[in-house]
């Protein structure tokens, strides 16, 4: 247990080290480091693959045929999404973040190659998307499965599962307190030590993985002026802008889907659609296709092309390849888009302002593309801690950190007062598939309420006198007692004997039938397996604190109110002893 002030003192060490070692936590932070080091191998592999087929796209973008390669790719990745793989297609963290809350963290074993192969062909033909997310199912799957492998908890599985993803984001950007904290803020939702021990050590293994082998390489360095109080008045005002920004992206994505939907109902042909529409844009403006990070690093250095309106048109053209990428079904993450789309419109930024302001007053431009790259992030993913030091450290501007943080926490509220939900919530929102740690959906989605019903039961038939049904009362505590058909095994109904006991008390009543004189024909049954939320709801509907459960028509037993609550309570204790780490 931690002490005041997070301090381990010298014997709590000692006993962890001696006593628990092999422990749990030692298989847990081995398995970390080993999923760090895999993520990070998959990680590079896809920048390799990715640069290599871009540049033998751009070799090749004087052909004719050029604008039908972002079609082509799209529907490949898409018909090997759904027809090999047997995937649902998506942007990939989105469906993570649900198996976390509502599968306890299982992922398909195909999905550690599936998502970034799909993604590669989509990126590489000309889509526009990011590598991020993939290469996060990807790691996230690791984790799932070595946990399986290792025979884990599920505690430890979900653990895993936020080592892949903190691994992909470390080794892809090398950035990883950006790894750790994404996992944990954005796929986890939990800060605990139990889950940010391991998360830290597969961060810091992956990162060091990738600089081994591609050396340690700041994406978007530069030589960024001090930011000055001038600045951070504009900031604001940026902030403002790129949550605008933001939200007219994320619903300019989820127009492009509505539109794509209500023509075809064949995901390879939306795809291929949405391809063709990004290929015709791209063969007259090639800087909006692909992943992007040559504009990135054009707006950093101030390398753009002069003028407002050239960097106005770049911004809205990278907003419709994005849209007609994602939205219409392509394989691709949201990161890189987002850097892009806000490191052109910081520049533009930058440009209007200059105008109006004498320029001795403020930095440069590369710097206003900065906070418009972690004004765009945080707007779009409202994760403002993850944004703020992705930025920091894929650009080294930890001179300008008030100013970033300024736009980063200004954009996410502003974006969120429009959109609610972030861009990897609103879907799993809609669905109900959001489940966070410690929430009542989430606990009551953990209880595994099979384990609840009580079987066994001793019952009734309905040609039972009363007089013969209290003989059979004598015999058991049940509170309940079901009513059913000898012949058919059907479900009649259920004897309340609490709320009955006057009826089948009554010396007038000896000789009639139970089934007539005490039998509750209005408690709905549930199906064996539903979860412990609906049945909740259907007892608060019928005012029932008992039902009876059937398994494919035949009367399976009772659950009950008292049950599930304290199931609930159980839960909520176990939570606190997994916390910690020590």
Known sequence: MFKSGNEISPAELKNFLHKRAPSRNAALILAAATIGICSALAAVCLNKALEFLTILRENNSTQWWIFLLPALGAAIAVILSHKVFRESGGHGVGEVIAKVGLKQGILRPIKIISSPLTSLLTIASGGSAGPEAPVVVSGSAMGSN???????????????????????????????VTGMIFAVEIILGEWTPYHLIPIAISSVVATQTSRILEGNVIPFSDEFAPMGIADLGNSILLALFTALVSVFFV??????????????????????????????????????????????????????????????????????????????????????????????????????????????????????????????????????????????????????????????????????????????????????????????????????????????????????????????????????????????????????????????????????????????????????????????????????????VIKAGIFAGFISKEDILAAYRGELKSYSSRDNFF
């Open 146 to 176: 070595l946990s399986r492998i290792c025979k884990m908890s599920g505690q430890s599985r979900m653990t895993l599962i936020g080592c892949g993803a903190a691994g992909s984001i470390s080794a892809i950007f090398n950035a990883p």
């Open 251 to 548: 619903r300019s994505i989820r127009h492009v889907g509505s539109i794509c939907s209500s023509f075809t109902n064949k995901p390879w042909v939306k795809a291929a659609a949405g391809g063709l529409a990004v290929g015709i844009i791209g063969f007259f403006h090639p800087l909006a296709l692909g992943e992007g990070y040559t504009s990135i690093k054009m707006a950093i250095h101030g390398t753009l092309p002069a003028g407002v309106a050239v960097i106005a048109l770049m911004v809205l053209l990278r907003i419709a390849t994005t849209s007609l990428t994602l939205g219409s079904g392509g394989l691709g993450g949201i990161f890189a888009p987002c850097l892009v789309i806000g490191s052109l419109f910081g520049a533009l930024y930058y440009r209007i302002i200059s105008l109006l302001i004498p320029q001795h007053m403020i930095t440069g431009e590369g710097s206003y593309a900065l906070l418009g790259m972690a004004g765009v992030v945080s707007g779009v993913m409202q994760a403002p801690l993850t944004s703020v030091f992705l930025v920091l450290e894929i650009t080294h501007g930890y001179q300008g950190v008030m100013h970033v943080m300024a736009v980063t926490f200004l954009s996410s509220m502003l974006t969120h007062a429009f959109e609610p939900s972030s861009f990897y919530f609103k879907d799993l929102v809609e669905k109900g598939q959001l489940l966070r740690p410690k929430t009542d959906a989430k606990i009551l989605a953990d209880i595994d309420t099979d384990e609840l019903v009580h079987q066994n039961l001793t019952h009734a038939s309905p040609q039972m006198t009363v007089s013969e049904f209290l003989r059979v009362l004598s015999n058991t505590s049940q509170t309940h007692v079901p009513i059913i058909n000898d012949e058919t095994n059907e479900f009649l109904g259920m004897v309340d004997v609490i709320s009955a006991r006057s009826a089948i008390l009554d010396p007038e009543q000896q000789q009639s039938n139970i089934s007539e004189v005490a039998i509750d024909r209005n408690a709905p049954p549930v199906e064996l397996g539903l979860g412990a939320a609906e049945i909740l709801e259907i007892m608060n509907r019928s005012g029932k604190s008992t039902l009876p």
